[in-house]
């Protein structure tokens, strides 16, 4: 909470982003040193952006996290192990962030995208078409790493053998990197963010979002990454993850609907306000703090490829929850709009906008 004095310092700065110090001085009766003080604090706590007055700009929603390119290998016939298998292969733009922050650009959201690639054409190639959909100002181009790939085996079904990531570049990011840009977050409405950021990152993120009382989604990537995330989940208002990444965070091995439910009683026990856990092709449970609890069940839809259907599948959910839905029907929002990512073979479906979605809830729902 800012105090009167840092509340006239930055109206004043709003009326002239280029007011001296000395001139803040004469208007409020302060001294430089302590002008010089209270602007300090108020980039300290993301109300003022670098060394310059900037303000961030207020978005509705701010993904962070993984910005990779997508590669696809897909068999023509039955996969075969330990043979050569005859394929196609494909690239496209990924990144669990960075594929929520498109699908929500897509769906007429003011969204913004914190990520971090490498000084390579694959990283500038990812930037360049992010930034239709979304701001990418909150963005960092490293030039000592590669900006992260990520490789897909699928089979003639379009379902996926296995998946091999090279993610080394999030390991430069650090809490400087988040403190720095920390405006960007105090200035949303709702955060995102994935689980490929360092474990520190990541604590340092979910007790600030508490702290300046910002609702926070996470978005597991894999279940080995899901165990990055802090024991107190304190401050989380939602999280949607699969099975695998829901056995990894609750330690229960889920062998049945009821032990979806125990899961996600584990994660509430965490701090948790709003669970989601995927089922794949029988959909989804969701279980809250409030007592809302249920099971959504999907319509039968022709999958042409299953890659990036989690991802629009939260950013359906957090697009309902930006518009006032309640739990359940922002749980078919999202299963909506991982059907329309589904029956693509784009990672994020570029058909995707809110007439497409809202034909689809109304065709299944």
């Given at each position: 909470?800012?105090?009167?004095?840092?509340?006239?310092?930055?109206?004043?700065?709003?009326?002239?982003?280029?007011?001296?110090?000395?001139?803040?001085?004469?208007?409020?009766?302060?001294?430089?040193?302590?002008?010089?003080?209270?602007?300090?604090?108020?980039?300290?706590?993301?109300?003022?952006?670098?060394?310059?007055?900037?303000?961030?700009?207020?978005?509705?929603?701010?993904?962070?996290?993984?910005?990779?390119?997508?590669?696809?290998?897909?068999?023509?016939?039955?996969?075969?192990?330990?043979?050569?298998?005859?394929?196609?292969?494909?690239?496209?733009?990924?990144?669990?962030?960075?594929?929520?922050?498109?699908?929500?650009?897509?769906?007429?959201?003011?969204?913004?995208?914190?990520?971090?690639?490498?000084?390579?054409?694959?990283?500038?190639?990812?930037?360049?078409?992010?930034?239709?959909?979304?701001?990418?100002?909150?963005?960092?181009?490293?030039?000592?790493?590669?900006?992260?790939?990520?490789?897909?085996?699928?089979?003639?079904?379009?379902?996926?053998?296995?998946?091999?990531?090279?993610?080394?570049?999030?390991?430069?990011?650090d809490i400087h990197f988040i403190e720095k840009k920390w405006g960007y977050l105090a200035s949303s409405e709702l955060?995102?963010?994935?689980?490929?950021?360092?474990?520190?990152?990541?604590?340092?993120?979910?007790?600030?979002?508490?702290?300046?009382?910002?609702?926070?989604?996470?978005?597991?990537?894999?279940?080995?990454?899901?165990?990055?995330?802090?024991?107190?989940?304190?401050?989380?208002?939602?999280?949607?993850?699969?099975?695998?990444?829901?056995?990894?965070?609750?330690?229960?091995?889920?062998?049945?609907?009821?032990?979806?439910?125990?899961?996600?009683?584990?994660?509430?026990?965490?701090?948790?306000?709003?669970?989601?856990?995927?089922?794949?092709?029988?959909?989804?449970?969701?279980?809250?703090?409030?007592?809302?609890?249920?099971?959504?069940?999907?319509?039968?839809?022709?999958?042409?490829?299953?890659?990036?259907?989690?991802?629009?599948?939260?950013?359906?959910?957090?697009?309902?929850?930006?518009?006032?839905?309640?739990?359940?029907?922002?749980?078919?929002?999202?299963?909506?709009?991982?059907?329309?990512?589904?029956?693509?073979?784009?990672?994020?479906?570029?058909?995707?906008?809110?007439?497409?979605?809202?034909?689809?809830?109304?065709?299944?729902?």
């Amino acid at each position: 909470m800012m105090n009167p004095k840092e509340s006239l310092i930055l109206q004043l700065i709003k009326e002239n982003p280029f007011i001296s110090q000395n001139e803040i001085s004469d208007k409020t009766g302060l001294s430089r040193s302590a002008v010089a003080g209270y602007i300090s604090s108020l980039t300290k706590e993301g109300k003022l952006l670098g060394r310059a007055y900037v303000l961030p700009n207020k978005k509705q929603i701010l993904c962070i996290g993984g910005s990779n390119v997508d590669r696809k290998i897909q068999t023509l016939h039955s996969l075969q192990m330990g043979t050569s298998n005859p394929a196609e292969s494909s690239q496209s733009f990924g990144g669990v962030a960075r594929n929520i922050a498109e699908n929500l650009g897509r769906l007429g959201c003011d969204v913004a995208l914190m990520t971090v690639v490498g000084e390579d054409q694959e990283g500038h190639w990812l930037l360049d078409h992010t930034k239709s959909y979304a701001d990418i100002g909150p963005s960092q181009i490293f030039s000592e790493a590669a900006t992260g790939t990520y490789t897909a085996v699928l089979d003639n079904k379009g379902e996926m053998a296995i998946a091999l990531a090279d993610m080394s570049i999030y390991d430069l990011v650090d809490i400087h990197f988040i403190e720095k840009k920390w405006g960007y977050l105090a200035s949303s409405e709702l955060v995102v963010i994935d689980t490929n950021f360092p474990a520190d990152v990541l604590k340092r993120v979910i007790e600030r979002c508490q702290l300046e009382n910002i609702p926070l989604c996470i978005t597991p990537v894999s279940a080995p990454k899901v165990k990055k995330l802090p024991k107190n989940l304190t401050g989380v208002t939602w999280l949607i993850a699969n099975r695998e990444e829901a056995e990894a965070l609750s330690e229960i091995e889920i062998k049945d609907e009821g032990d979806f439910f125990k899961a996600a009683e584990k994660m509430l026990e965490k701090g948790v306000e709003k669970v989601v856990i995927t089922r794949g092709d029988k959909g989804l449970i969701f279980f809250t703090k409030n007592g809302e609890a249920g099971v959504i069940l999907p319509p039968k839809v022709q999958v042409e490829d299953v890659t990036g259907a989690g991802d629009s599948l939260v950013a359906g959910i957090m697009y309902a929850h930006m518009n006032g839905l309640d739990t359940e029907n922002a749980c078919k929002i999202g299963i909506a709009c991982s059907i329309i990512t589904l029956q693509s073979h784009e990672t994020v479906n570029p058909n995707l906008n809110q007439v497409c979605l809202q034909d689809t809830f109304n065709q299944y729902f």
